[in-house]
C-alpha cells in the first residue's frame, strides 16, 4: 500500500492518504505500478499544498525493489518482488552470490533478493547493463522529484545481496557483476538532495523551495522512531515491527555484543544497517501474511480493542486442550521456512482460532528473537502491538525483558520526521506490557516437540 502524510513541524498530523497497491504485467514479469503510483502522488501532493506550506518531503520505501534509470526514465518497469524466478536463472544466480558471512543477507525465495531482480531483468535484456543507473525504491522517488539520483545505506543493506554491512562498500558479487559501479553516489538518509523541479512545481502547487531528502527503508524508519522514546533510545534493545512482515531488529548495546557468525542464514536472519551505517542483526517472518491465510483477510480481529476481551477470555481453554498451530503458512520464510503449517486440535469456536493464531504469532516471534539475541528491552510496535494475546504471550514467554507497546499508528513516518528533528517528542509515551497470568513454558516445549518431529519426518 502507498501511503503520503502531511505532518507540522511539531509532530502532529495533518492528513493521511492510502492507495492499494496496483501491479502491471509486462508480458514477461508482474512490474510494480510506477506509473500509477506518481499519478497518485502528483494528485495528493496538489491536495497537500492547499493544506500546509510543505517545506521538506522525505521518501520512505520497502527494500526488495528498485529502478533502473536512463537519462530521465525509467530504463525498464520496477519487478515486483513476489514474482517467481525462473529456475534456470535462480541455479545460474545462487552460483554466484557471495556467502551470508560476507553480505548478512540469506538467500530468499522470488525476488526479495534484490540482485536477483536484477540479474532478472538484465538477462531479460542485456542492455540494461550500458548506460544505466540502479536506484533504490525509496531513492527512486527522490530522485523523480528533485532530478538527484541517490543511493542509500539502510536501502543497500536491507537483504540485497549488494552490499557488506560489516565493511560498509558493495558486495563482491555488486563488484563483479558491474552492478556496484552503477549504483547512485551514497548519501545519508536525512540529506537533503535538492529542491522539486519545475515540472513537480507545476504538476503540485508546492513551494519552490520544497527540500526533498535522500529517504530510507522503512523497517529501519521504525527503528529511528523506536529510538525516540527515552526507554529505548541508544540501550541495548529489540525493535519489533509487525505489518505483512514481522521484522526484530537488535541495537547492540557496542559492537562487542554482537556475533554476527551466531545468525542462522536458513532460519530468516539478516543483518540490516541502521541510518548511521551500523549493522544490525535482525530475524523476520511473515506474521501479518501467515494470520491472514490462518483467519481470513479481515485480520483486524486479532487486534481491534472490542476484541481482545474475548480472546483473553478463551485462552484458558485453548491452553487446556492442546489447540495450537504449527509453522509455517508461508512456506520459505521465517525461523521455520520448511516446516508444512498445520493445526492440531483446531477449535471450532472462531474466538478461540483467533486467540491460537495469536499464541502461535507470539511463538514464532520469540523464536525470532532468540535467533538475534535479544536481550533487556523489546519494544513491539505496528498495527499487531494492540493484539492483547499477542503481545502479552510474548511477554510470558520472555520474562528476561522490559516488554513495550507504542500506540502509535504511524511510527515509520514518525521515524523519517526524526532526520529533520532528532529531538522531537513522539506523540504518546510507550506502555509496559503485563504479561499474562500464566505459565507458558510446557505450552512452548510441546510446541518445540511438535516441530522437532516434523522436521525429522521431512
Known sequence: MAKLSLWSPDGAMIERRVRANARTETGTYIALDAAGIEAWMAETLRDFA??????AIIPVGHGAAAAIIRDDRLACPPLDYENAMPADLRTRYEAERDAFSNTGSPRLPDGLNLGAQIFRLEALDPDLARGTQILPWAQYWSWLLCGVAASEVTSLGCHTDLWNPL????????ERRGWAGRLAPLHGAGEVLGTLTPAWIARTGLPADTEVHCGLHDSNAALLAARGFAEIADSESTVLSTGTWFVAMRSPKDAASMDASRLHEARDCLINVDAFGKPIPSARFMGGREIETLIGLDTRRIDIAPDQPALLAALPDVLASGAMVLPSFAPGFGPFPHGRGRWIAEPDDPVARRAAVSLYAALVADASLSLIGTRERLLIEGRFAEGQVFVRALAALRPDLRVYTGKAHNDVSYGALRLLDAKLP?????????????????YRDQWRQEIERMEEAA
Open 50 to 55: 492547499k493544506l500546509a506550506d510543505v517545506g
Open 167 to 174: 565493511t560498509g562498500v558493495p558486495s563482491k558479487l555488486a
Open 426 to 442: 513522539p506523540a504518546e509515551p510507550l506502555e509496559l506490557v503485563q504479561p499474562l497470568g500464566v505459565d507458558l513454558a510446557p
